[in-house]
């Protein structure tokens, strides 16, 4: 345990390396959310109705923001990471290490994540409150929010990690990675309500873990009707445990056949 929390704080460091990117993103999700609001009041006046598929405007602009603000807790580049380390052959001295891979880029992410929510998140959501006041928003929905949120993140990161598996085999896994960021945004919700998505889309997207990484906390943030209440977020919570403990479970058991696999250079 030690050697873990040593490990999230050593990757603290990593801000230093992407300082400037921090520092860019603060002042341009501002500017976003502002264009957001003009472009969303033209398309509610043009539209003449005060709501599109149940979303007033106030939500609408909050929605996109919830979905900034769940890439913040979430994002990594962990299949890149694990990929680079397989086809260089580092990946080598890094399986006698005590400390397991998995471990070392769970520690890295965590760091990572850490230091964005505390740069990116909470000044974002206090500026754009200011902008733009959420007056559905309420203490408990922005807890529920950031609880799942959190949990996003490890969901995100497991499949991540899966994905950065699959260069045992491919040798090359950009395309996976495209392919998983967009069904995450389209199926999950990032891009747009799953509201707007066909019935039969929509049942699809039921069975899927994609909704529950973005589509769920960002309807936390909203405090919006089919999750309010303990019982909703209990259901949200437990079934996002679930995907986590079943994508966990299959990691486990990909990497014991996917190592045997794994050959560097000089054996």
Not at 32 to 43: D, E, P, R, S, W
Not at 67 to 81: A, C, D, G, Q, Y
Not at 221 to 241: H, M, P, S, T, Y
């Amino acid at each position: 345990m030690n050697g873990f929390y040593t490990a999230i704080t050593m990757h603290f460091r990593v801000f230093f390396h992407y300082r400037k990117a921090f520092l860019i993103s603060m002042v341009i999700h501002p500017i976003t959310l502002m264009i957001n609001i003009v472009l969303f009041k033209a398309l509610y006046a043009y539209n003449g109705s005060n709501s599109l598929q149940g979303y007033p405007l106030s939500e609408m602009v909050w929605y996109f923001a919830g979905s900034v603000f769940v890439s913040i807790f979430t994002w990594n580049f962990t299949e890149s990471r694990l990929s680079e380390r397989i086809l260089d052959g580092s990946l080598s001295g890094d399986l006698i290490r005590p400390m397991s891979i998995f471990r070392v880029e769970l520690a890295h992410a965590m760091g990572l994540r850490a230091l964005g929510v505390l740069i990116e998140f909470i000044p974002d959501i206090i500026i754009f409150s200011i902008i733009f006041f959420p007056q559905f928003m309420t203490i408990a929905s922005l807890l529920k929010f950031v609880f799942t949120a959190i949990l996003a993140f490890f969901l995100y990161f497991l499949m991540a990690f899966l994905i950065g598996m699959t260069a045992f085999v491919t040798k090359n896994n950009r395309s996976l990675t495209q392919i998983k960021v967009l069904l995450i945004g389209m199926l999950g919700g990032a891009y747009i309500p799953l509201e707007f998505m066909p019935n039969w889309l929509n049942r699809l997207v039921d069975i899927l873990p994609f909704k529950y990484v973005f589509y769920f906390p960002i309807q936390m943030l909203l405090n919006r009707e089919k999750v309010q209440g303990l019982d909703g977020f209990l259901r949200i919570v437990g079934i996002q445990l679930l995907w986590i403990f079943a994508f966990y479970l299959l990691c486990k058991l990909l990497w014991k056949v996917m190592i045997k696999k794994y050959c560097a250079v000089g054996g």
